[in-house]
C-alpha cells in the first residue's frame, strides 16, 4: 500500500506515554500487594491506557501473543490472523457453547 513506511507516526510517543505513566508505575513498584491485586490492578489500569490511546488488541497468528496497535490501523485491514484462523479449524472456538 502507497504510504506505508512500517512505523506508525505515533507508536514511539505512544509507548513512551504507556511506559511512563505514573500511576502504572506505583502499581508496578508496589511490593505489598498481593500478585491478584496487582494483576487485577494492572489490568485496569492498562485497559484504561489503551482506551485513551485508541489502541486494539491484536491477536497474531500464533495465537499466543497480541500486540497494541492503533485502533485507526486494525480497522482498515482484514481480520484472516490468530484467533479468525483458531475459530475457522475448530467448532468449539467458533461456537464455545458448542459441545465437544
Given at each position: 500500500m ?19 505513566d505514573?500511576?502504572l ?76
Amino acid at each position: 500500500m502507497d504510504g506505508i513506511t512500517g512505523t506508525h507516526p505515533e507508536s514511539q510517543k505512544i509507548a513512551d506515554k504507556i511506559l511512563s505513566d505514573k500511576k502504572l508505575q506505583k502499581i508496578i513498584n508496589n511490593d505489598e500487594l498481593g500478585y491478584d491485586k496487582k494483576l487485577g490492578k494492572l489490568t485496569s489500569r492498562l485497559n484504561t491506557l489503551r482506551s485513551e490511546n485508541e489502541l486494539t488488541v491484536h491477536e497474531l497468528n500464533n495465537a499466543r501473543k497480541t500486540q497494541w496497535i492503533p485502533t485507526d490501523i486494525n480497522g482498515t485491514f482484514g481480520h484472516l490472523g490468530g484467533v479468525s484462523e483458531l475459530k475457522a479449524q475448530n467448532p468449539v472456538i467458533k461456537n464455545p457453547k458448542c459441545p465437544k
